[in-house]
């Protein structure tokens, strides 16, 4: 399974695009170069005691390749028969040892998987956007439906029947919201005394509640991604 990202830590990040072939010992019998995650705290642990977390570690061989702010990662040369002792010991110092052996092959091969895997997003995103386009007013409306829906059932709950009651859309800015509340606590503050206080209400048996408790029945339409979609 391949993923295109542009988000990714030290102990996922593709290696591949990072690394060169003169940070690592290839082709060597004994000798093996590991790829480790160190944190930015301890940048000076690592570079003063790496070489002591097994037998065998080459000094001087630690190279840091790159830094994200948080982390960096950090080349080490060793023998192979020590590789095991050292990433046990390095995981108790929070050290991560990558699982990765260098290969200009599969380095290749993965390269040429982003870039179709790029070519591919690209190719999609207009149809996805105008599938998106095509959709979204029938998903909207629907979704509006089951507000009205909720919206019913939740005033015959309350108030009983027959359902004289009337509904309502408001679109108040955000500097009026509190004017707007006050407003219609006093026009139907009488329909539930106990939500005449304000919304600081505990649980009401036999009511269900999503949110703050009014003495009118009131369901939240949230549109704040068509102001994303606009700024996008």
């Given at each position: 399974k391949a993923v295109v990202s542009t988000?990714?830590?030290?102990?996922t990040r593709n290696l591949g695009p990072i690394v060169k072939e003169e940070d690592f010992v290839v082709s060597s019998e004994y000798l093996i170069t590991v790829v480790v995650v160190v944190p930015k705290m301890s940048y000076k642990e690592w570079e003063g005691s790496y070489w002591k977390l097994a037998d065998f570690v080459v000094p001087g061989s630690s190279k840091k390749i790159v830094e994200d702010g948080e982390q960096a990662l950090y080349t080490v040369t060793m023998f192979r028969k020590t590789l095991d002792?050292?990433?046990?010991?390095?995981?108790?110092?929070?050290f991560v040892v990558r699982d990765f052996t260098y290969s200009k092959e599969k380095i290749e091969q993965s390269k040429k998987e982003v870039t179709n895997l790029q070519k591919a997003k690209v190719k999609a995103y207009v149809p996805l956007i105008?599938?998106?386009?095509?959709n979204f007013s029938e998903a909207f409306v629907n979704w509006v439906h089951v507000k009205?829906?909720?919206?019913?059932?939740?005033s015959v709950l309350r108030y009983g029947l027959p359902a004289t009651f009337m509904t309502a859309v408001l679109e108040p800015n955000k500097k009026s919201e509190k004017k707007l509340r006050e407003k219609l606590y006093s026009m139907y503050g009488n329909l539930d005394k106990s939500a005449v206080e304000g919304p600081e209400m505990g649980d009401i048996p036999g009511v269900y509640m999503t949110g703050d408790y009014h003495p009118y029945v009131y369901f939240d339409i949230n549109t704040s991604f068509v102001e994303s979609a606009r700024e996008f």
């Open positions: 988000q990714s830590t030290g102990v002792a050292f990433k046990n010991n390095a995981r108790e110092r929070k105008r599938w998106l386009k095509g009205a829906l909720r919206l019913f059932t939740e």
